[in-house]
Every structure is written in C-alpha cells, then in structure tokens.
C-alpha cells in the first residue's frame, strides 16, 4: 500500500519503521528544517536514505507547490504525525484512501496543545494515543483505534513520550493490516464530549509555591525534558537584570508522601543528601534536579554548599511575582 509520511519526531519515525517491517510501499517522508527551539525533532533524513524513499524539508505544507509534491507519490495513505500545524483540505485529499493523525489524548478529551505536558500537569492516571482520520478541524476526525497509557506518579514528560512512541508502533501494526485489506476503520467521535488543551510557552512555567505538593510535583514533571522546564526565581543568588533573582529551573521530584509540613511557600525546608525539600501549601515537595541559570543541572540537594545556599531561604513565589 502507498504511504506518505509527514513527520518531525520520534514518534513519526517510530510508525514509519513498522511501515516498513508490515511491507508497506514508503514512497516519501516530508519533514521540517532542523530548528533550535524545537524540542522534539528528530532527524528522519538517515530512515529516507536507508530506505531509498524521498526526503523533503518544508516548513509548510498547506502551498500549492507542496500539495503537487505529495500527490506526485500518489499516496493511498498519508500521515500526518507530530507536525503541530494543520492541514488544509487540499492536502488531505492527496490521499486515495486516508489522511491519518495521532494525538496523545483520549480523543475527543484532551484536543488542542502540548498533550505530552496537559497529561501530567492535570495528574492524569491514564491517557490515551489516538489514531485518527485527519480533518480540516484540529483533533476532531473520527477514530481509528486508540491505544490506553498508563501514568504512574515517577513518569515525567521523556518516560510518557516514550510510552506513546511505543502505542504508535501498537496503533500502526493493529490498523494498518486493515487498510491494506480494504477495510477503512473509523469511529465518529462525540464532540459534546470534547475538551480543549491551550498552547504552552516556556514562560508558562513558573511555579506557585502556593499549589499542593501532588500538584507542584505535576506542574514539574509535566514540563521537564525535551521541554524547557518549570522554574522559580531565587533572589539569594546574584540578582538578574530585573532584580527578581536568579532563574532556578526544576527538572525532577520524589512523588509526594502526603504527609503534611507547615511553612512559607517557597522556603527552603531541608537538605537530604542529594534532596532538596520546600514548603508549599499544607507540605514540602522534595526536588530532586535543578538547574540555576545556565549552569550544569545538579541533584538538588547540591544547591545548599554550591551556591551557599541555606535553609529558610525562600524562592520567589508566582503570585506575589505576578501581583
């Protein structure tokens, strides 16, 4: 069966090798130009090239010049996975027999940005990968199949990406057997159950210590590797342009115990080896990696006796920042 594959990640290279391994006629792979600020690109030149498929690098597909390139490969199959731009309705119809998107969420909850980060900032159990014919509307074409996730309280961004790499290639072995023997699965979804996930920016980090532990421990796992991180300002260490103190950037946490503690949001509560416990409401969170500035990132508790930094010392909270 022809397939063309629109992609710029890792989750899109994992589909296109079990293509490959069910036999499937990879005519080409359309991908972005390699940019800095993008957290989770991977390259896909090396697959093309070990597979004798066309390569192109575009920044938008939704041209008439593009449109003419896909449908040069005369695809019965185009997916369309990981690109973070819609497609309008000529592309879609390049196709002979589908249009085909995922989307870490279980549709028709969870449409819209960042699903990787909204999982577990919202501490979701579990999620969903979902196969899905593309329409003009973002995450709303029906059902292909969806592959259950289950989240547990030490995944972080990296550990769920992985997990949906991993559905991707379940998705693609259970389904695609079924569109080369001429069955087209699709199941409508139930827009009055549908729910929107907003676009985050890497400004959209900034942790209110004034937030449960359970939900401070979310905030950060949710926005840690590949993605810029959640932070917090200390004004202990040298100032920065604005005076708000310097930019301390938390990449991990121990899963809260549920014991309660008592103290200012934000305050430095103890130091446990490698550890680093701070108040928030009713609790402490312990952070296990930070980063100060631009520094190397260390285990938190390195923080006390290599930036002499000592216990009651408190990090800006966002509330009284924002105000």
Request: charged share 25%; hydrophobic share 35%.
């Amino acid at each position: 069966m022809r397939v063309v594959f629109v992609t710029r990640n890792d989750l899109g290279l994992a589909c296109l090798e079990e293509l490959v391994d069910l036999g499937a006629d990879v005519r080409a792979v359309f991908t972005r130009p390699e940019r800095a600020n993008i957290s989770d690109q991977t390259d896909l030149s090396s697959f093309a090239e070990r597979h004798g498929v066309g390569y192109h690098e575009t920044e938008e597909l939704n041209t008439e010049e593009e449109c003419a390139r896909l449908a040069s490969y005369d695809p019965e199959l185009l997916f369309v996975v990981g690109w973070s731009r819609l497609v309008d309705r000529e592309v879609i119809e390049t196709a002979s027999v589908a249009t085909l998107g995922m989307h870490p969420a279980p549709l028709p909850r969870g449409r819209g940005r960042a699903p990787i980060a909204w999982n577990l900032i919202k501490g979701l159990d579990e999620t969903a990968l979902s196969f899905f014919h593309l329409v003009e509307e973002a995450d709303a074409g029906d059902l292909v199949g969806q592959h259950r996730i289950p989240i547990f309280p030490t995944d972080d961004a990296a550990s769920l990406y992985a997990k949906v790499v991993d559905a991707g290639r379940a998705l693609v072995r259970e389904h695609f057997p079924r569109f080369e023997s001429g069955e087209v699965p699709r199941t409508p979804q139930n827009d009055d159950e549908a729910t929107w996930w907003p676009k985050r920016s890497p400004q959209h980090g900034l942790v209110d210590w004034n937030q449960s532990p359970g939900k401070i421990h979310d905030w950060i796992r949710g926005q840690s590797r590949p993605y810029p991180g959640a932070f917090s300002h200390l004004p202990a260490l040298n100032h920065d342009a604005d005076g708000a103190g310097t930019l301390v950037t938390f990449w991990s946490t121990s899963p809260p115990s549920g014991e309660r503690a008592f103290g200012h949001p934000g305050e430095i509560a103890y130091r446990d080896g490698g550890r680093l416990g701070v108040y928030c409401f009713e609790g402490a969170l312990e952070l296990t990696e930070l980063q100060v500035g631009n520094d190397e990132p260390i285990p938190a508790g390195e923080l006390v006796e290599r930036y002499d930094v000592g216990l009651g010392v408190r990090f800006v909270n966002a509330r009284d920042q924002i105000n």
